[in-house]
């Protein structure tokens, strides 16, 4: 067993893990933020989407001892200061970009990681950006409208 400390969503948290410990398992399991998703367990999905020093990481496939000392971004830190919807998350709820929801927490960080690092995007740039995130009720379709919406408000 061994100590991880990390900041997660802006609050230093530590915990005692082993050392095979995934990152998503830390986060669910020792930290109770369950919004994180484990669909596949080998980083096809990306239901697992989380921000680990700004950069979007697929918790199923990143060791929680290797997060020593970083920031954590998880979809429960999305949101504002005051509890309510981000603009990401807004713009998912108001264009229907979720179903079933269970991708939705990875599809927000990476529409996240995308609006960051090109804060307005094509269709086909969007389109090309999710390839590595799997929804298997949507066409895709209204998740792109969705993040069509998060650009066009600034996200």
Do not use: W
């Not at 990390?6 to 005692?16: C, F």
């Not at 309510?84 to 713009?91: D, E, M, N, P, Y």
């Amino acid at each position: 067993m061994a100590t991880v400390s990390m900041t997660v969503n802006g609050k230093a948290v530590s915990g005692e893990i082993e050392g095979r410990t995934l990152l998503v398992q830390f986060l669910r399991e020792t930290l109770g933020l369950t919004g994180t998703h484990v669909g596949c367990d080998t980083s096809q999905c990306g239901a697992c989407v989380v921000h680990v020093d700004g950069e979007a990481v697929k918790a199923c496939s990143a060791l929680a001892a290797s997060c020593e000392g970083a920031a954590v971004t998880t979809i429960e830190g999305m949101a504002n200061a005051d509890g309510s919807l981000g603009t990401i998350q807004k713009a998912f709820q108001d264009n229907h970009g979720l179903q079933c929801g269970f991708c939705t927490p990875g599809m927000v960080m990476s529409a996240a990681d995308l609006l960051k690092n090109n804060p307005n995007p094509s269709e086909t740039e969007i389109r090309e950006y999710l390839e590595g995130n799997l929804c298997r009720c949507t066409g895709y379709h209204n998740i792109v409208k969705s993040i069509q919406a998060a650009a066009a408000a600034g996200a």
